[in-house]
């Protein structure tokens, strides 16, 4: 899928690895749809990168069908169609113990898991399943009949077990990545994870120093945080690559977490 010409939702677009893929997107002659409770901070990027590129969709939250609806709505109604999306937003939750006396002892209470999940991986849910429909029913744009990618970010955290109720909202995301590129196949939709290591942005900058220097210290090279760049190349090479389908691709320094 090329991106020049091409629009793209991106959620959590206002921060970080959202705010850097659509710096990318627009870098690359693409447009971006920004859906983020953050509405400052989409209305700000969409004035730096131009209003006409960019759109800053409003406050979205992604749990809410109608906001997200809307904001889809909004976007055909800028752009005309849709190539695909790239699902950011995020929020982090420190509480990593079931019991209150495992690691950390800081006990991750029932409505917490159930807040992080909602957003983390319910939101996905939602963003992707609106996305898919609207592809589903636009015209292929590819000699192989592509339609559309739905890229899912979920997290190292998710795949190694770790921080319980961040890591098992991103454990989800991670699960839907298969059953998403199996049933949008048929249209020429692909359906791509990335699960980052330690990346410089807000949700990391506000942790304590000695959780990113731990976080450095389990990669095996690069020795240092990832930025965010990093993290928007890797998004540009799915769009472009064909052959990328159903996998999601660590992207961590060889990072293994462990509890
Ligand atoms: N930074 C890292 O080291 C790292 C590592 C692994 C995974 N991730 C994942 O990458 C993604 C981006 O993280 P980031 O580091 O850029 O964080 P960030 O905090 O800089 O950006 C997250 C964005 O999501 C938005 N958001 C939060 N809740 C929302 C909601 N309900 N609806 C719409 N938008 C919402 C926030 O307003 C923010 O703009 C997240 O899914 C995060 O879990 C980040």
New binding site residues.
Partial sequence: MKISGNTFIV?????????ATVKTLVEQGGNAVI????ED?AKRLAQELGENRVLAAGK????QEDEVAQALALAIKQFGRLAGAI??????DASPSITGYGPGNALTSYDQLKYVSN??FL?AYNVAQKVADILIKQEHMTDDGERGVIIM?????GLDGCILA?GTS?AAIAGLVLPFARELAPYGIRVMGI??????????QVLPKEFNAAAVHLQLYPKRI?Q?QEFSSLVSLILDNVMLNGSVIRLDAGTRMFQ
Avoid: Q
């Fill in positions: 959620t959590g677009g206002a921060s970080g690895l959202g705010e859906l983020d409770v953050n901070g979205v939250d992604v749990t699902l950011c937003h995020g929020i982090l957003v983390n939101g970010v979920t997290s190292i955290a961040y991103k699960a980052p290591g330690a990346f410089d942005t807000p949700m990391t990832g965010a």
